[in-house]
Structures are given as C-alpha cells and as structure tokens.
C-alpha cells in the first residue's frame, strides 16, 4: 500500500505521542535544559487533543501500509495589522516527525506536500517555522526543500557578565 498522509481523528491522540516520542528523546538530547527527557504519554495524547481543538490547527498522520510512520502539526495563523505591520497571514509547522527506520524514504516530504496544500487551499502563500541549531539532519531537510533563515533568536546566561 503507498504511502498515506490523512487529518488526524480523534482516536489517533495516543498514536501521536507515540509518534513524538523520537523528536522529543531527540531534542531532550541535544537541549536538555530546554525539554523534558521523561514524558508522560497521556499527558502528551491530552495536549494534542487540546491542539486538535483549535480551529487553526491542523494535524495529519503518515501511514505506510496502514501503520502509522509520521506526524505533522502545523497552524493556519492570520495576524491582524497593526502600527508596525501589514496583516500576514502563513502556515507555521509546529511539529514534523518520521518513525527512524521509515526516514529517508520521502514521508516528511509527503507530509510538507499537505501542509502545501492545505496553505493553498486557505489562500495563504507562505510556510514558516522553527528549528533548533543543533538539529543538523532537521535543518538539511528543511533546507532541502527551500526553506532559508529569516530571524535569529538569541539568548545568554542573565547572572554571568
Ligand atoms: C527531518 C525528518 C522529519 C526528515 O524526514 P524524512 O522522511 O526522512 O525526510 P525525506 O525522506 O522526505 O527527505 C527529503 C530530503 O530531505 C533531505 N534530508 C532528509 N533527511 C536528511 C538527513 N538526515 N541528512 C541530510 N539530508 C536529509 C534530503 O535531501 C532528502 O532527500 P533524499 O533522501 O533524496 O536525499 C526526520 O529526519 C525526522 O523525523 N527527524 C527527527 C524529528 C525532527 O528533527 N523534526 C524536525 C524538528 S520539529
């Protein structure tokens, strides 16, 4: 069976902290002060039962031979103008991941082809998001499929001179 990208129901919530198990052991890895290394799993379904609910989230699963391999969680967002800028309106990925042993093989690629076209279909022409500097693999795929920096984030010790 090819490979299957679809919106998430409401029973996938569990499956979902399954799926986000790889890219949260990953990030608790490369930044450990940043995220939690130990989650609970039904803490994680919960938050994305709270995600699913938001009118401007959308959330899909990749399947593989009907066995789950991938997420996506991305926002429509539309910010009203105000003094220091136009409205804008993008989609932002909050979440990519793919099962470790199904990488490489084009599940994240078919998954940014969703978001592509659920930001088309919404009139809206432009897909942000974030990624963590030490992701090295993340940013070569993002990189990949033409994403390029735009803002830098910063940050330093307060207490050290
Ligand atoms: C980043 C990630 C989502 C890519 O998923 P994937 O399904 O393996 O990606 P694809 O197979 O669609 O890759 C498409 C292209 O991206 C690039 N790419 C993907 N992974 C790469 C890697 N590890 N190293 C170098 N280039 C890579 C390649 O150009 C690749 O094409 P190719 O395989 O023909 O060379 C996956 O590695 C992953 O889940 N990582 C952990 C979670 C994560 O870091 N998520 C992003 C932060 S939220």
Known sequence: MPLH????KNDDFPVLAQLSEPVQKLHAALYPVDFKRDVDAVNVASFFERV??????????????GVPVGYIWFDISSRPENAFKPPQSFVYIHHVSVAPDARRRGVASAMLAYAKEKAHAAGVDEIRLDTWIANVEARQFFEAHGFAPFIVMLRRPAFTP
């Not at 990208?5 to 998430?8: E, G, H, P, S, T």
């Open 5 to 8: 990208i679809r919106a998430a």
């Open 52 to 65: 699913a609910a938001r009118p401007e989230s959308a959330i899909a699963i990749a399947e593989q031979d």
